[in-house]
């Protein structure tokens, strides 16, 4: 799988981390977390896709990530690579990490 893809029932485990920022640090917590991505949370095993949203009003980054199983969500998780960024994000803003389930999804 190349691309997100959201549905009830999958076997991918959704990990959602919600980052309070001060809007002048939204930027730079957005290259953190994509650096993150590029350099170590693309080549861990079990990735399926990140994706990061910004609010418009700037307080908010989220990092919506897909993995193969709640094991690759940890592993990854402790990461001393994946832990060096988390550091980072973490010296600019307040994160609300959480693995989910998906319950629902409807389309048009």
């Given at each position: 799988m190349g691309e997100t893809v959201i549905r009830v029932d999958d076997r991918i485990a959704t990990f959602i981390?919600?980052?309070d920022v001060d809007p002048s640090q939204q930027?730079?917590?957005?290259?953190i977390l994509n650096e993150g991505t590029e350099k170590v949370i693309r080549h861990r095993p079990g990735f399926?896709?990140?994706?990061?949203?910004?609010?418009a009003d700037g307080s908010r980054v989220v990092n919506?990530?897909?993995w193969r199983s709640v094991d690759?969500?940890?592993a990854t998780a402790s990461d001393p690579e994946a832990q060096a960024y988390a550091k980072k994000a973490?010296?600019?803003a307040k994160a609300?990490?959480?693995?989910?389930?998906v319950v629902s999804v409807y389309h048009a």
């Open positions: 981390n919600v980052f930027q730079e917590l957005i290259a399926v896709s990140v994706n990061i949203l910004a609010s919506l990530a897909q690759d969500i940890k973490a010296e600019i609300q990490p959480q693995p989910y389930k």
